[in-house]
């Protein structure tokens, strides 16, 4: 079988090395150029866009901010999945908020800005501890600005002028003061079917994933519940085929969705050592129409970011199960670089493997590494 991708990233990687064993060959597209490239080593094939789109069984997307005219001629092939709706949802803050809305999901409460002007009255409606994003190509942080006193409001607005917020609006949002985050990551097949992965916590640091624990500690069944029953909502009504993932704030016993990724996710990624089949495996899986993967869960794991340095010295996998994953990239600020992932027989094992990591892996690029170990220690 053969699959093509849309973005030729970590994502693409990753599930290109899922493929192998299963004989499923993926081509990722490198979307800056058009050029099909093999995802594991980013060599270019020589083979045209048009011919790798005739040849693939199904094709789908790493991330979803993909070229229009790209992602309208993939569509045309009728092979797109997950649907071109289901990417512009995760593609677009002000579709996504819709579709939230129309299905009645609680998200944080927010309000569209098109003129810097109405920053003002969103001010009134929602108080001045504000989180404004831009409604497109926003990732990991980025098109984001935070407004904590309305004397920062002339400064922001200084620095949104620039934009054409006519053509790419702002989601303006309450800044809420949840108690954590999670996220539930789930795969739908052609057949309706559903599997999910269970709630996993995530740390973030300056609006990027730092640490994931999986299952996400202390999570009652009503919570659970909450869960799966709105991504359940969400997959259903796009008819969505392939692997979903669903960013939450808990807020006490209530989960608002934060929003929605239609492809593998960064909180899935624990997933390759942690449970019986990978996300990465389902989705091919998903989208080649096979049986879905068992999700059960193996082993408690952490999953730790390397962000924006060089990968540790391999010395770091004496400590016991710790798996290094590269994605053979220049480093960069703030750049995702690989990810560890630790698996353990309780959340206290997992804290100690993350207390001997410190020696390869240094405070300034790991800052939530020390407490999260302590935090996960104390967890009986
Ligand atoms: P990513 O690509 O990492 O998912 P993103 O750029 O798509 O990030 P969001 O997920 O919307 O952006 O926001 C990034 C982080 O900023 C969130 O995970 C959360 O920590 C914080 N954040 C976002 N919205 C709010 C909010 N309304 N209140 C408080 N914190 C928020
Ligand atoms: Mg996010």
Redesign the pocket.
């Known amino acids: 079988m053969n699959v093509l991708i849309l973005g030729s990233g970590q994502l693409a990687r990753m599930m290109a090395l899922a493929g192998v064993p299963l004989g499923i060959e993926v081509r990722a597209v490198d979307v800056s150029n058009l050029k099909v490239v093999n995802p594991i080593d980013k060599q270019v094939l020589n083979i045209h866009l048009e011919t790798a789109i005739e040849a693939a069984d199904a094709i789908s997307a790493e991330f979803e901010h993909i070229p229009e005219a790209l992602l309208e001629q993939v569509n045309r092939s009728g092979k797109l999945m997950p649907s071109i709706e289901a990417i512009a949802a995760g593609a677009d ?1 002000v579709k996504e908020k819709a579709l939230l809305d129309k299905l009645n999901i609680a998200n ?1 409460p927010y309000v569209i800005v098109d003129n810097v002007a109405q920053l003002d009255q969103a001010v009134e409606t929602l108080g001045e501890k504000l ?1 404004i ?1 831009s409604s497109r190509d ?7 600005w935070r407004l904590s006193s309305k004397d920062q409001l002339p400064e922001i607005k200084q620095a949104l002028a620039e934009l054409d917020l006519k053509k790419v609006p702002l989601v303006v ?6 108690e954590r ?1 999670v996220s539930l990551v789930g795969v739908r097949g052609k057949n309706g079917q559903l599997a999910f992965y269970p709630l996993v916590e ?1 740390l ?1 640091h300056q ?3 730092h640490t994931c624990v999986a299952p996400a500690p202390a999570i009652t069944p009503a919570l659970a519940a909450q869960a799966t029953e709105i991504f359940s909502a969400l997959a259903n009504e796009l008819n969505y085929i392939g692997v979903l993932a669903v ?1 939450f ?1 808990q807020m006490g016993d209530t989960l608002l969705v ?2 929605i ?1 239609p492809r593998v996710h ?1 909180s899935g990624h624990w997933s390759i050592q942690g449970a019986d089949t990978c996300q990465f495996e389902n989705h091919l899986r998903a989208i080649c129409e096979l049986p879905l993967g068992s999700t059960q869960v193996l082993a408690p794991s952490v999953m730790l970011n390397v962000i924006g340095c060089d990968l540790p010295s391999k010395e770091m996998l004496s400590v016991p199960r710790t798996h290094l994953h590269g994605y053979m990239k220049t480093p960069r600020a703030k750049r995702k670089m690989g990810h560890i992932n630790i698996t353990g027989n309780d959340y206290a094992e997992l804290g100690e493997a993350m207390q001997k990591l410190q020696k390869w892996l240094p405070e300034s690029y790991f800052p939530t590494l020390n407490s999260e170990a302590e935090r996960l220690l104390q967890i009986k």
């Open positions: 803050r944080c989180i994003k926003g990732y990991d942080g980025y098109g984001q949002e309450k800044m809420l003061n949840f985050e995530n973030h609006g990027q994933l960013e704030f934060n929003e990724a960064n």
